[in-house]
């Protein structure tokens, strides 16, 4: 458990939708953790782990990163 809130998007690769992608979540750690779904989808290859963020390969990747910025926000 922590004092001060994180934020964070991530990929939840234990889990495979039946397109074959994995659940984007957004996940917060503040007194437990809890994790909501974002209702999106990204398959590992195209997930940048370290931006949090769907890659420029990922077709619309710009409407998914700036919907996802919105969420972390």
Do not use: F, Q
């Not at 998007?9 to 397109?19: D, E, H, I, M, P």
């Not at 077709?59 to 700036?66: A, E, F, G, L, V």
């Amino acid at each position: 458990k922590t004092t001060i809130a994180i934020i964070r998007l991530v990929l939840r690769t234990n889990k495979v939708l039946a397109s074959g992608e994995s659940p984007i979540m957004l996940r917060c750690n503040y007194h437990g953790l809890k994790e909501i779904s974002t209702g999106y989808s990204c398959s590992v290859k195209h997930w940048d782990k370290k931006n949090e963020c769907c890659k420029k390969s990922y077709p619309n990747y710009i409407m998914i990163n700036h919907e996802l910025k919105k969420l972390k926000d």
